[in-house]
């Protein structure tokens, strides 16, 4: 396969993602109206909490659209180990960005929202705080490693194996609620959602509205990464295998 080749099959997968992020945007505007609606008119008040308690939404949404987009590195890395393809190499790259992205709106709206609800700042010491930190700085730790190691398949498979290791962490800072004492309240349990019906429906447009735009921002961030690559593969010639 000629490189000029590799770069039109690669622009076609660039088309096909960009096209899928377009579309998608149509889909998360109304849904985000939806859910600052939800958020702030639609959900009732919470009694002991209050206003405050309205940063609930965007705090519970980022950390479920943190959550998928290190399953997506999890994933992405997988596939690349099997496939060899690097658009499933910067499909991770952008995932991991998006994730710690999202990651610290989790980190910073959480304090937030105990601090006038339990009257501190929620301590560095709590299992989920920590947790949260750990995984933050994993995939921090990732970027750096990236940064550090030279461009070729070894770099990729490295970073690979990293972010599947990685991803190990978020079901421990899901259970740490359930295994250690913490003051962060459990919301989801085997009765359900500890919420009434208003908030869970808010709930759901936030959750859904992150998740969203969680996927469009990894279909943008990864389609730069590859017209990057495209004219790499150009000038120099591709260090993969682009079809795969």
Not at 58 to 75: K, P, R, T
Not at 147 to 157: I, Q, V
Not at 209 to 231: K, N
Request: charged content about 15%; aromatic content about 12%; some cysteine.
């Amino acid at each position: 396969m000629s490189d000029s080749n590799g770069a039109v099959r690669l622009g076609d997968s660039i088309e096909r993602m960009l096209s899928a992020g377009r579309l998608l945007l149509w889909i998360l505007l109304p849904l985000m109206i939806a859910a600052l609606y939800g958020m702030f008119i639609h959900a009732p008040t919470e009694r002991v909490m209050g206003e405050v308690q309205r940063l609930f939404y965007f705090h519970m949404g980022s950390a479920v659209a943190a959550f998928a987009a290190f399953f997506l590195v999890f994933a992405a890395g997988s596939i690349y180990l099997w496939k060899g393809s690097m658009i499933w190499d910067r499909v991770a790259l952008s995932s991991v960005e998006c994730g710690i992205l999202f990651t610290s709106i989790v980190l910073a709206t959480g304090p937030v929202w105990a601090r006038p609800v339990w009257n501190t700042w929620l301590p560095l010491g709590d299992p989920r705080v920590m947790t949260t930190l750990v995984l933050w700085l994993i995939f921090v730790a990732y970027l750096i490693l990236r940064a550090s190691l030279p461009e070729g398949e070894k770099k990729y498979r490295i970073c690979a194996v990293y972010g599947i290791i990685g991803f190990l962490d978020v079901p421990i800072v899901f259970m740490s609620i359930r295994w250690w004492r913490t003051i962060h309240p459990v919301i989801i349990s085997g009765e359900g959602l500890a919420l009434e019906g208003g908030m869970k429906t808010a709930l759901f447009l936030a959750v859904g509205s992150s998740l969203a735009l969680l996927t469009v921002l990894v279909l943008l961030r990864a389609s730069i990464l590859l017209l990057g690559d495209v004219l790499f593969q150009l000038d120099n010639g591709f260090p993969g295998d682009c079809e795969k």
